[in-house]
């Protein structure tokens, strides 16, 4: 029995809390990383890391500091071999995210994206905003 609670993290969300160190994204990544294990998927990582090179990013983290960003990520996750393929979003990027958490047996999807929040929940995933599981953890919290 694993003792982690396992997070798939969109690109949305992970974008926002490079960006925004305050932000409830922010919150919840480093929550994820601490407290959990984050899944990453070769195709997440490659999505991850195009939308990062854009120059319109330049006016709110350096370069550098988005690789160092991208690093510590690709240190700490679990990158995961997708071993189900899923068609069930309009867009085929959210059916990536879907893939990664069945294949990677994760607890939580979380995310920005309504075509995945209505979805919720997916094969026994919770799919959730930043704010909603924030929620979640606090309420856990108080309960322990």
Same mark, same amino acid.
């Given at each position: 029995?694993? =003792?982690?609670?396992?997070? *798939? *993290?969109?690109?949305?969300?992970?974008?926002?809390? &490079?960006?925004?160190?305050?932000?409830?994204? +922010?919150?919840?990544?480093?929550?994820?990383?601490? =407290?959990? /294990?984050? &899944?990453?998927?070769? /195709?997440?990582?490659?999505?991850?890391?195009?939308?990062?090179?854009? /120059?319109?990013? =330049?006016?709110?983290?350096?370069?550098?500091?988005?690789?160092?960003?991208?690093?510590?990520?690709?240190?700490? +996750?679990?990158?995961?071999?997708?071993?189900? /393929?899923?068609?069930?979003?309009?867009?085929?990027?959210?059916?990536?995210?879907?893939?990664? +958490?069945?294949? %990677?047996?994760?607890?939580?999807?979380?995310? %920005?994206?309504?075509?995945? &929040?209505? &979805?919720?929940?997916?094969? %026994?995933?919770?799919?959730?905003?930043?704010?909603?599981?924030?929620?979640?953890?606090?309420?856990?919290?108080?309960?322990?």
């Amino acid at each position: 029995m694993r =003792n982690k609670l396992r997070y *798939v *993290v969109d690109t949305n969300v992970i974008i926002s809390a &490079l960006l925004f160190e305050t932000s409830k994204p +922010a919150k919840v990544f480093k929550y994820a990383l601490k =407290n959990g /294990e984050i &899944l990453l998927s070769v /195709e997440l990582l490659e999505e991850l890391n195009n939308v990062l090179r854009r /120059e319109k990013f =330049n006016r709110y983290v350096t370069s550098e500091e988005r690789e160092e960003f991208l690093e510590t990520l690709v240190d700490r +996750a679990i990158l995961v071999e997708i071993t189900e /393929e899923v068609k069930v979003c309009r867009d085929p990027k959210d059916d990536r995210i879907l893939e990664l +958490a069945i294949s %990677g047996r994760a607890d939580y999807i979380i995310s %920005g994206d309504r075509d995945l &929040l209505v &979805l919720n929940p997916f094969r %026994g995933v919770k799919v959730v905003t930043a704010e909603e599981f924030l929620q979640t953890v606090q309420t856990e919290q108080l309960n322990e």
